[in-house]
């Protein structure tokens, strides 16, 4: 698309009309998940809700369909192991969370709040490739602030930890826990042997099949699933 358009970032503008949407929703979802009886349970449920936000699928959410895509979530099941998730997450010392999509990294934050932060390193795309999320995105939903924010220098949808940076590769290697979020992550990164999670909702057959899932199942999937 960049060398059709001769745009560095294309879907710039869609981005960034999504980020406005989520953030607009942020403040009601945030006291939604504080008042929740299990705060954690509810924040992940939200940000694989988010995970619906996506340019490639056909059945990616439209724009004027986000807030009953987001609410939705809390009547759907969840599938996958939450509570060995919540047990990893409390015995790490470092965290890498790898963010997916523009918009979407607005309902990640509300899960980065309920983890403990400062052991959390967040990775973004390194170019700007469809709708992922990059630095400016991060940076949008605020998430700059809370954690410590880095480009893995790629501009693969998905991680490909050969084609990142160094640094990236120096962060991923020594993460006790990584959270990766979205197929795309999925994809590249299914056959990590351990200390993957998954949180990503099944968008097509081919993972379905994969996974043991219907189509458009929320999904926390531990490494080997």
Not at 28 to 55: C, F, H, W, Y
Request: proline content about 5%; glycine content about 8%; aromatic content about 6%.
């Amino acid at each position: 698309m960049r060398e059709i358009t001769g745009c560095r970032d294309p879907y710039h503008s869609v981005k960034e009309r999504f980020n406005r949407a989520a953030l607009a929703l942020l403040p009601e979802l945030s006291m939604k998940v504080g008042v929740s009886q299990d705060p954690l349970t509810s924040a992940v449920r939200l940000a694989i809700a988010g995970n619906a936000i996506d340019l490639g699928p056909e059945n990616a959410v439209a724009l004027e369909d986000l807030r009953q895509t987001i609410f939705q979530t809390f009547s759907e099941p969840l599938y996958g192991n939450l509570e060995g998730f919540r047990r990893s997450v409390a015995a790490a010392g470092c965290i890498l969370y790898l963010a997916d999509n523009a918009g979407e990294i607005v309902f990640d934050r509300l899960l980065i709040e309920r983890l403990p932060m400062e052991r959390i390193t967040l990775a973004v795309r390194g170019h700007p490739v469809i709708n992922d999320a990059t630095m400016a995105d991060a940076e949008a939903a605020g998430l700059h602030r809370l954690v410590t924010v880095i480009d893995n220098g790629s501009d693969a949808p998905g991680t490909m930890p050969d084609d990142c940076s160094t640094e990236f590769r120096e962060v991923f290697e020594k993460a006790d826990i990584i959270i990766a979020k979205g197929q795309g992550n999925y994809e590249t990164l299914s056959d990590v042997p351990e200390k993957m999670f998954f949180l990503l909702k099944v968008k097509c057959p081919v993972i379905a099949s994969r996974v043991a899932l219907n189509t458009g199942a929320h999904a926390i999937l531990p490494s080997g699933f």
